[in-house]
DNA sequence: GTTTTCCTCGGGAAATTTGCCCAGGAGCCT
DNA sequence: AGGCTCCTGGGCAAATTTCCCGAGGAAAAC
């Protein structure tokens, strides 16, 4: 009996190697693949596959919001997040989600192999890279990070966001500039951050800003 | 009489896909690896491939770069973009840079080895989705700010939006600190934005930011 | 009731960045 | 040769960031 696998990846050419990749394998073969969350979803209902490879940054609702939707269907599921992302928000984001295992593209290709067994007999699957990440930056909590801030410096995050300069939020708060400064400082120590673009790309992530970012420039 | 690649990119499981998918062709095949500028260049070297397929986001020196750098070594260099950026922008400035062709990876499969085998014989190489992005942003407007920049202020503008620091920059170009700084503040002024924050914004409309900020921070 | 904790607000001082100007050199076009 | 743009970085004042600190208040814990 072989592992039956779904591969969901928005990029053709990278499905193509996974399967390579995999059927060379024995015990598993890839019984359908699928370009975005929907047509997963569909081919999910299908095809029941034992375990599912799941890519997170795809056109659409994207990966981790498909293993939602899967585990709903069939709380059993075994999902595999497969993706360049080495990110501990998206690996809790997927794990909350209710995938079994997250995997980076950076690691040796026999990983991937070695993961959807290891979630197919019921282990979760991480890589080396991830498991450092984790390791490194949820020492302290596990929560998502931007929930501890406090009311005062999130509606500060939210302006800075906004592309607003330190002595607008004070104007727009009634505050010192020094006193905006200081959340700001404040906001990036908090969430770990160490540029004002990273405060960007994590706060995207947390959906705090809109994924087009269409603001007024 | 076969077509000798070189791949570079960073991620070993999209090499192992590629290596795969390209070697099931007849008359095509894979002389070398290289998961970075670096090593690229140095395969280069060794090896004098007759087509090099570069992805733009590698850590270090990014894809472009490598392409004017293996230009100048040898001026009949066959390089061809692979990459996840739809963008007219990046293929522009792949195309100053020296690069024959630009493909992305959600192409299908096959327009990876017919672009190979177009730019062997001296043909350029673009797929549709590109033509399309092309076609619909040149007759919109003209160029859009980010043209005007020089290729050095393109590259370093790509490790900001990466969220790398100034020394960071600096250390991964062999340059003054202080001269990333001025061509920062340059990029700044040409761009007309007033922070980094609204620079990220502006550079996401553009395309070249990924939609969802699947930055690894 | 009191201590502890957290939030809010800002000062101070050192370190760093920003804004802008300048200049030499390489390489191109005419 | 003369004029371009590009690449490279120094200089320097002004602004900002970084980090530490303290005070006042509210809320929660003891």
Known sequence: MTIRVLLVDDHAVVR????RLIEKHQGISVVAEAEDAASGYQAFKCHGPDVVV??????GRGGIDLVRQIRQLDCDARILIFTMHASATYA????????????????????LVSAIRSIYSGRPALCAEINEIIA????????????????????????ILEAK??????????????????????????????????LVYLCMRQGLVAPLAEQAV
């Open 165 to 198: 300069s330190t002595d607008e939020i004070a104007a727009a708060f009634n505050l010192s500039p020094k006193t905006v400064a200081n959340y700001h400082y404040e906001i990036k120590s908090k969430l770990g951050v160490r540029s004002d673009i990273e």
């Open 92 to 111: 809790q984001q997927a794990f909350r989600a209710g995938a079994r295992g997250y995997v980076t593209k950076s690691s040796p290709p026999d990983v």
């Open 54 to 59: 799941v890519d997170v940054s795809m056109p």
């Open 136 to 159: 490194a930056s949820s020492l302290s909590d596990g929560m998502s990070v931007v929930d501890e801030l406090s009311p005062r410096a999130f509606e500060i995050l939210r302006m």
């Open 16 to 19: 193509e190697g996974y399967r």
